[in-house]
């Protein structure tokens, strides 16, 4: 249904005072169905944004880490003996 029209659906149940007639509309239960699919894909959306960025931090940190630290050693610290210990 178009997003403008929504609005004149009625959910659950009304009735007229004047003719007593009574008008059952959506089901409450339908709406709110449909309202739980909807988060369901917003959480699943989310999960996969939240897994991505996830993946992608120990590189972002590596690259933080190295650009901001001066390193003087005996041996050169690299990005992949950083993931290494952030992975353990």
């Known amino acids: 249904m178009h997003e403008t029209q929504s609005n004149d659906v009625e959910t659950g149940y009304t009735q007229c005072d004047r003719t007593m007639m009574r008008a059952t509309g959506i089901p409450p239960y339908l709406v709110i169905a449909n309202?739980?699919?909807?988060?369901?894909?917003?959480?699943?959306?989310?999960k996969q944004t939240l897994s991505t960025k996830l993946n992608d931090l120990p590189k972002l940190i590596?690259?933080?880490?190295?650009?901001?630290?001066?390193?003087?050693?005996?041996?050169?610290?690299?990005k992949e003996d950083i993931v290494q210990i952030y992975v353990k």
């Open 62 to 78: 590596v690259t933080a880490i190295l650009e901001k630290c001066a390193i003087n050693g005996a041996i050169p610290v690299t």
């Open 35 to 46: 309202t739980v699919g909807k988060l369901q894909d917003e959480v699943k959306d989310m």
